[in-house]
């Protein structure tokens, strides 16, 4: 049972336009979500949160927004650049949980084409 | 930023050793890590959730008799990969959370890539 789906294995966007990577949830419990990128051989390195009060947060080029009631979310990077090549992850997680910890998607592979 | 440190990055053992993958936190102290495992062209999964000073908890599925876990102090987690199969070569990851605030991130280390022969 997959609590957080993300559709798109892979994306190819030009640099200099706007990616946007797109995620699912089902359980809703999860008040907190979160965006990994990750490249080959290494750990995930955070990249921007959001909490279930908000439908938006922007932190430079990257802006994650939140639809509750579709439980959705998106990763908008704009200006798309070369290095932001990676898979990128998205995380759930429940805040008032013991344990707190993650569910992860299945990750999408951008590319971002010079 | 919070720093977690994984050792070694990757490790190559012959089938029915045992392998201990060591995952430290280096400015600041974890009651709780998180083992996780990623297939290739797959998520993390989470195994186990890692308790300093208590025994871990395991996530269905996962042997806990063949992933021993031991968080014997708050900044240090150990995974050792018993009686290793073929099966088990994997990526293996673990994570941390330096802040008790409720929507503080996990932090990674660069991971284990296991290959067992």
């Known amino acids: 049972d997959q609590q957080v789906k993300q559709n798109s294995p892979s994306l190819s966007v030009q640099e200099g336009r706007i990616s946007i990577l797109n995620c699912d949830y089902t359980n809703s419990m999860f008040d907190y979500f979160l965006w990994y990128k990750k490249y080959p051989a290494e750990g995930p390195t955070f990249l921007i949160s959001i909490s279930s009060i908000k439908d938006k947060n922007e932190d430079g080029r990257f802006t994650v927004f939140l639809n509750k009631s579709a439980k959705h979310l998106s990763l908008h990077i704009v200006p798309s650049q070369p290095g932001d090549s990676a898979v990128y992850f998205c995380a759930a997680g429940i805040s008032s949980g013991s344990a707190r910890q993650l569910t992860f998607g299945s990750g999408t592979q951008l590319t971002v084409l010079p | 930023g919070a720093v977690v440190s994984q050792h070694p990055s990757w490790v190559i053992c012959k089938s029915g050793t045992s392998v201990k993958i060591e995952c430290r936190s280096l400015d600041f102290q974890a009651t709780t890590m998180f083992w996780y495992r990623q297939f290739p062209k797959q998520s993390l999964m989470l195994m186990a959730t890692s308790n300093e000073g208590s025994k871990a908890t395991y996530e269905q599925g996962v042997e806990k008799d063949k992933f021993l876990i031991n968080h014997a102090s708050l900044t240090l987690s150990t995974l050792t990969v018993t009686s290793a199969h073929p099966e088990d070569s994997s990526f293996y990851i673990c994570?941390?959370?330096?802040?008790?605030?409720?929507?503080?991130?996990?932090?990674f280390g660069n991971g284990t890539r296991l290959t067992v022969t």
């Open positions: 994570s941390a959370r330096p802040g008790q605030a409720a929507y503080s991130p996990l932090h």
